[in-house]
């Protein structure tokens, strides 16, 4: 009897064959309607969230607009209205006394008349609130940042003459040396739309208008060099009524090369009279001293250190020095340099929260 031929590719395999790739199609038809499925899901979630998020960004967008176009009131106009609601309380206080005991019918009854006279008396002390604050009606400018928050509570403002000093070097783009390096290629226009930096413009923005309107004021930035926003005003003190104009120079600046905290300093000894409060915003220690390096090379935490202490030694006069730091990655050491330079000039030091101002 003659052998049977064995035929690998028999029938029977390639049934075997057709099956297994049948569910493999299957599996993965399933897997693809799943994922499908959950993709759309996901999506109706998030354009629901954002839809949320614009009808939040337009109430706060209209309540803004109206919160600018409704006017402030002096502060006679706000004494005359006070007179005003004291008059109508008292006239509804008497109106309350003249009612006899069983008039219930009256065409005015004493129940509204006592929820008017609260409702006025709730306006009367928001109004007189309002005028207590300190300043809040004799500021040169006003600024109202998310929720109108006020974070600076540790400093204050004071001094009759008064120097904002802003670094405006390339670390100001970024937090990470990544990132500043990738800002440093961009164009002019987008340094000055980097995160970091407008961050820095509007604690500016927060800071000028705390100025008292008697007072005088400057606003440096400074790099390899110090120089005044304003041209033509280095070494000069500005009047209140320059504020505007200032911010909207700083405005323009665009943050670049190192940084000469000493030429800071050292360009503040020709304001005279000295400054009576200094306002510091930087993000570390200095990278250059008073002389540029010939060459770029990388600068080692000791030699930021004492070009540093180089620095404090341009101090002019003794003048508070507020400390503004927002922190850059990889220098450690420097919260603790601008906090020993914060206490030993009775000044103040702070890392402003990300969502300040």
């Known amino acids: 009897m003659a052998r049977r031929t064995f035929n690998v590719f028999s029938l029977s395999f390639l049934d075997v064959m057709a099956c297994g790739l049948g569910a493999t199609i299957l599996f ?24 949320s998020l614009e009808l939040a960004v337009q109430e706060a967008r209209s309540n803004l607009a109206r919160l600018q176009a409704s006017p402030v009131p002096s502060p006679e106009q706000a004494a005359a209205q006070i007179e005003r609601l004291r008059q ?55 600024f ?27 670390s100001m783009l970024a937090g990470t040396y990544v990132n500043v390096v990738r800002y440093r ?13 407008r961050k820095v413009v509007a604690a500016v923005d927060w800071l000028s208008t705390q100025i008292d309107p008697d007072s005088r004021f400057q606003v440096y930035v400074f ?45 503040l000894q020709q304001l005279q009279p000295a400054p009576d409060n ?32 180089q620095a404090v030694r341009e101090l002019p006069g003794r003048a508070p020095v507020n400390v503004l730091l927002y922190p850059m990655d990889g220098d450690p050491d420097a919260a603790g340099f601008f906090w020993r330079l914060a206490i030993a000039t009775k000044g103040s030091f702070l890392t402003p929260s990300r969502d300040w101002p």
């Open 28 to 51: 993965l038809m399933i897997i693809s309607a799943q994922v499908r499925l959950k993709a759309e899901r996901a999506s109706e979630e998030l354009l629901a969230e954002a839809g």
């Open 88 to 142: 109508q309380i008292a006239d509804m206080r008497a109106k309350v006394a003249a009612q006899p005991a069983d008039s219930v019918a009256q065409k005015e009854s004493p129940e509204q008349l006592r929820a008017d006279i609260q409702r006025l008396e709730e306006g009367l002390s928001r109004l007189g609130a309002s005028q207590q604050k300190s300043g809040s009606g004799a500021r040169v400018r006003s």
């Open 144 to 170: 109202t940042g998310d929720g109108n928050r006020q974070y600076l509570t540790g400093m204050q403002m004071g001094g009759k003459r008064v120097v904002i000093l802003v670094d405006a070097s390339a």
């Open 185 to 197: 290629a961009m164009p002019d226009a987008r340094k000055r739309k980097a995160p970091k930096w």
């Open 223 to 267: 790099n390899e060099q110090a120089r005044s926003v304003v041209a033509g005003s280095d070494g000069k003190w500005l009047e209140a009524g320059t504020l505007e104009q200032a911010m909207q120079e700083l405005r323009k600046v665009v943050p670049e090369k190192g940084s000469s905290l000493a030429n800071a300093f050292s360009a």
């Open 278 to 309: 200094i306002y510091l915003l930087t993000d570390g220690l200095p990278t250059q001293g008073k002389q540029a390096p010939g060459e770029v090379v990388q600068v080692k935490p000791a030699q930021r250190a004492a070009f540093f202490n």
